[in-house]
């Protein structure tokens, strides 16, 4: 296991694909690593260790760690 508390673009990228990954995303091109930039990285980190204890999500819960996620990437 990584350590993830230092926030660097390897741990964003084990962080992003771990949520995918738990998540099940079917449409994981939407999701991209450097989508999302170092400054929010707390929060993603929080996001995804949150991710990592449920062993299944409703679909509300699904939902809103989606929403939750797109409110984390960079604006373009």
Known sequence: MADLKEPTMENLTIIIEGIKAKLNMANT??????????????DLLY????????SHFSINEMTAIVEELGAMRKQA
């Open 47 to 54: 996001l995804y260790n949150m991710v990592q204890k449920k």
């Open 29 to 42: 091109s939407v999701m991209r690593p450097e989508d999302f930039d170092l400054s929010g990285y707390d």
